[in-house]
């Protein structure tokens, strides 16, 4: 939502869509409050709260109405040689083959210029350029110049082409990496409280409206013995419509970006129980290692209020997944999901279809009559006495379909049985 000085209002779905709704605003000076009266029929009256970074009231319907200030971070730092969207540490997306095998590559720009490439046996560091869409750079360390262009897809994917070839490099940050503590000789993810308040400071840099949404863990299957144990955080950011994925292991953090997520709205906070902590509960209610899967989000059961819950699922043993609350790790019974009841009401409303149409009137081409059943009645047997044709026809339908005999079902449906 925007609101112009000059008193309009508008609203889209995301940042870069037109306004799919317009309207006026006003400010009371002598309550403080905001008023914004929607072309659609509906008000909203608001308050400044927070050092006037948010807005909180309720239309005239009672629902309650909220938004926070929506501010682009902008850089401090003085331009340099290089883009401030290229300043930062990016991971190559391939491994590079080398006499020690394949290592990983990764590129650290400053805003002066300076770089950093470290690739084992082939590191280097130096000064650079970015100008347009080029960039060219010369080695302080050994002999190597190169140039080339490049193209930022997005914040977190820079898509380069050089002497070397083309590469495609995520951002990466080696400062967050990501702990674990050893519970019967599994290394189970820990501290993550605390490591999300420190992925905080990046993903701001990306969308000052990003929510965290969902933390997940899988444990590495028996054919990726040399994989680490790793997490994925998801954030979202309702202006843009936009997801960011960041993917953590014991050696740092890449940044994923897609450009549109349906991944919930509810925004995890801070204080949730750590993973050794949950999965520890979890065993006393019966589940057996390995731990297998692990994520929390904010659940909306039906007719109750929303939960903050972990999802923790194994492969062995009676008891395979529980859910536990993330605060005060109680166990949570029956479907947080919602879709057993939405399957089930499904169902019902299929039943109810078929019952409709079965008492529908049906006609012969030879001849005229109605019948009618009630589909809850199981019996296939025939009244040969009866002197109702609609009767007769209704009875003999229904023992068809009871008895499974399509065929004649098919020709009594149509007349000509």
Known sequence: MTLSPDGQAQWAAKESDPPAFEGTWQCDTSTGTVNITWAQGVTDRLALTDNDNRLEGSNQHGVAVHGVRFVETISTEPPGPVPPGLVGTWLLEILLPSPEGPIPVLWEVRFDGSYNIYAGPYSHSGQMEAYANGWSLDSETNDFQDMGSYRLQNWATLVTHGSQGPGRWHRYEPSLTLQTTDISGQLIPSNLPELVTQVQTPIASWRPDARLIAIDYRRPSASQANVKSKIDLSYASPASGAGLMVSLDTTGARFFVHDVVNWGEGEIPNGFLDLPTVWVMAQQHGLLAPLDRAGLKIWYPQDQDPVLAWTISTARGDTRGINLDAAAGIKLDGDLSGYVAAYNAQWQEAIAGLKRLF???????????????????????????????????????????????????????????
């Open 359 to 417: 008492r529908q009137p049906r006609r012969s081409s030879s001849s005229s009559f109605d019948f009618s059943f009630d589909s809850s009645d199981d019996s296939t047997s025939y009244d040969s006495d009866s002197t109702d044709s609609g009767s007769d026809y209704g009875v003999a339908a229904q023992g068809a379909w009871s008895s499974g005999d399509m065929g004649a079902y098919d020709r009594i449906m149509s007349g000509t049985p």
